[in-house]
């Protein structure tokens, strides 16, 4: 963490984690539903634009073989955005794809969720439902892979 | 040597805006969006997106679109615009083993924890033409069945402590990865820059590099121990943040080839394997590139390099269908110059040529005229 850190910002294991845990359902979350999911926190809080939204590209790795050396695929295209709140809270946001509204929005979330008294009303009328609607597509996706599960056998061949 | 030309501006800026009305076709015909390509064609998109080397499915739908469905020049167009972007690093490694696995077969092992999931597949399809889709006509929703196990091991590790199929080197922390995009290409080149160019090489020519293996050119005995299709997550380590970020998940096809090796002087007999990793669902690029990758080690196991899918220089030369495209197409554009030069040329050689046969012929009359038919002329002389 940068030496000027302010003191509400997540420091320790935990918060590290559980912040992760937030920026991953803004991440799943598409730009649209992001912005309504925003509207439970109106008015938003004043701010300024410490890095504005910056389209960009990230080169995805991958390992040998799933777990060997790693090596580079292919790049994506990824948008970043820093802001701070009037009380010097900083928000950043790393969101795949090239929507500069969405990084805006994730960097406002993620200053709000690091502000004491707001984590839990982020979490609760941002970050649960994103990372339900994510959980509920990823259920859909497993269910109707399910159902294509086969099972092979193999037949002695009656050889004379 | 080219040599530029001028003009022929107006030509080309009506050439441009004729191609723009081709392209859209009928107008009374509903134009593409965006989200048609993406949703409809996303085989098509994976492809441009993998060999653009560029993972957009907007910008890869648009290529398609630009590009009139021509997929090599949507390639080119993905990565011309990748080069306006700067990059801000490296993500860390995907790990395929937690994949939200959409599909995943394996040809060699029937049982395994998490089963064989068929997913959306065009295996086992008679390839008959179906004129229900040509009317678009209702779509049954597909079925769901209860989920029992989520886990998905990948095969390969399953099979780890016998030693029977050879297991991943595990890296050293600080050994840098190559990137080709960052320097120039030079031999001989370490396997993370090979499986680099393979993921982004031409699926044509890496399907008949694969195939030339099966035919006997460099046999590498190849089984499919395991392909899987589906969704990852990719992370990046922010410095300022001090750690490694979600930013979404992408989807990826990977192949686990298994390849029997009867063994070397350096290595044991077992099985071998080789590596596919592409962006989207391209099962047919993901095989080829592990069918590749297996046959380019045949140094680091000792094989003998008798074919070209062995030879490093030739494959990872001739696999980038950008630079193949360019360097083949560029001949369309005006060598008039070049090939004044070269006229004047054919025409001294042709001069000398003529020169050449007409003074052979001269000694040769010559010769005849001394030889037995001269001789009965100087007798009829006589």
Known sequence: ?160 | MYVAVKGGEKAIRNAHRLMATKRRGDRSVPGLTLEQIAGQLAIAVARVMGEGSLYDEGLAALAIKQARGDLIEAVFLLRAYRTTLPRFGYSEPVDTGAMLVERRISATFKDLPGGQLLGPTFDYTHRLLDFKLAADGELDAPLTAEVTETAMPRVTDLLSGEGLIEEDVQPEETAAVGDLTREPLSFPAGRDLRLQNLARGDEGFLLALAYSTQRGYGRTHPFAGEIRYGAVEVEFFAEELGFAVPLGRINVTECQMVNQFKGSAKVPPQFTRGYGLVFGQVERKAMSMAMVDRSLRCEELGEERTAPAQDEEFVMSHSDNVQATGFVEHLKLPHYVDFQAELDLVRRMRGEWFDRQAADQAAASEAIGSGPTGTSEKEAAE
């Not at chain 1, 690091?114 to 597509?137: C, F, S, W, Y």
């Open chain 1, 1 to 160: 963490m940068p030496a000027e850190a302010p003191p509400q910002s997540a420091s320790s294991d935990l918060s590290a984690d559980a912040r992760r845990r937030m920026m991953a359902a803004l991440a799943s979350a598409s730009p649209e539903d992001l912005a309504t999911a925003l509207n439970a926190l109106l008015p938003l809080p004043a701010h300024e634009m410490v890095r504005a939204p910056e389209t960009g590209l990230v080169m995805v790795r991958g390992r040998m073989g799933g777990t060997g050396a790693p090596f580079n695929l292919g790049e994506v295209t990824v948008t970043r955005c820093v802001v701070r709140l009037e009380n010097g809270v900083a928000g950043s946001s790393y969101v795949m794809g090239r929507s500069k509204q969405k990084a805006l929005h994730a960097a406002l979330v993620d200053a709000l969720w690091q502000l004491p008294d707001m984590t839990g009303k982020v979490e609760e009328a941002i970050v649960a439902p994103l990372a339900a609607r994510a959980a509920a597509a990823d259920a859909t996706v497993r269910a109707e892979t399910a159902a294509t599960k086969v099972d092979f056998f193999t037949m002695v061949r009656g050889d004379d």
